[in-house]
């Protein structure tokens, strides 16, 4: 059953290009930008800075202790460490829910994908080019107006997805994150640099830290929650199954600190670029999920190199989105690997479909499906709040409360490497602090 047992990475290094390689993606630069808008600026930044710090990092810590001592697939590993521990199996339920939420949140991500895609391929053509913020919405209304173009977008990301996992060849894209990743950091940079000459840096700047704490509610703290378990691949069994192939001596903490700090700097310097240039072209800060397809273009299409820029961006931009899928996709193929006869290439196909159908019912939220409601939600905006905000955190709560009460105490203390004084932080966050909070905001929300 162990098929992960023998792998290991490399190196500490590669372990942290992976496991940034799956945090940061669209979750970064399309979805905390907008949610950002969404949700009134600086009061939902500071919760989420707070979620990532107080729930985020002892979670991440949690998923990769319980891979690494399970040696094992998310699910498998829970049910072993829970016998250990003398809990029952249904603790295995964590591994499976993680493997279901990886199922449903692909199959929206795959469509952003294809948006991405696209705007690769618009920017090529030149269609940003001179273009006014009323030029660019109706390029990106025009692109989700037709289903068909929308579909060709998530077939060829899903393809794409499909055709690395099957080969087998994730490891093999560590090189590829190495030097792609910092490409996109210094793209985003000279965003940032564009908007300082629009002269509303300093508005974007208030809006993201300044906080308007009456702008705060339940759902706004929930949201925060959501993006922080979003973006970090948390209560998905991913990291859980990342933790799986990482040696006995990687420190745990520190690692976590590393890459949690990677995701968080693109997420702030993502708003840092997009908000100055919708202050400045008088845009709504509540665009919702098309902020970036509305206003990056427009910084494109007015700047001396901005169709060369443009192409490189959307290029890197897909390319972050699709290692992000790749370690979605991922778990779900190995399940199946592992519970039916089928092979890596047949289980790689099964899953892709199952993910790809799915994704259709997502992208005719924009469109035809646009009445259609689930529990007030479209398609798209239902799986995506299903997952993000339930599905992740209550996975990720269950996880924590696994390691931080059941798991032997003095075990995990030397696992992390933990002296006196870090071993009673380590048990008050990971026992209450991170616990309590996910309740907390799943209580105030309601
Ligand atoms: N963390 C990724 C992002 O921010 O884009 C999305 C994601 C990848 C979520 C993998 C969950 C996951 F398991």
Known sequence: ?????????????TFILAATGSAVGLGNIWKFPYMVGDSGGAAFVLIYLL??????????????????RGQNNPANAMADLAKSAGQPRIWMIV???GILGAFLILSFYSVIGGWSLYYTLSSVTGAFSGQDADGIGELFNGMLGNPGLLLLGHSVFMLLVIGIVARGVTKGLEGAVRTLMPALGV??????????TTGHFGEALGFMFNPDFGALDGGVV????????????????????????????????KTART???????????????IFPIVFANGLDLDSGPGLIFVTLPLAFGNMGGGVILGLLFFLLLTFAALTSAISLLEPVVEFVEERTPLSRIGSTLVAGAATWALGIAALLAFNVWSDVLILGFNVFDFLDTLTSKYLLPLTGLFAIIFVGWLLDREGVRQELQLGDTGAKIWTLVSRFIAPLGVIVVFVSSL
């Open 259 to 273: 890459v949690i700090i990677l995701d968080t700097v693109v997420a702030l310097v993502a708003g840092l670029a």
């Open 1 to 13: 059953m162990s098929k992960l047992s023998h792998a290991q990475w490399s190196s500490r290094l």
């Open 187 to 196: 793209l985003l940079l000279v965003l940032v640099g564009y908007g300082m």
């Open 51 to 68: 979620c990532i710090a107080l729930v985020g990092l002892p979670i991440l810590v949690a998923e990769w202790l319980i891979g690494r």
């Open 222 to 253: 929930l949201a925060a929650m959501g993006q922080a378990f979003f973006t970090l691949s948390l209560g998905m069994g991913i990291m859980m199954a990342y933790g799986s192939y990482l040696g006995k001596e990687v420190n745990l903490l």
């Open 95 to 97: 591994g499976i829910s």
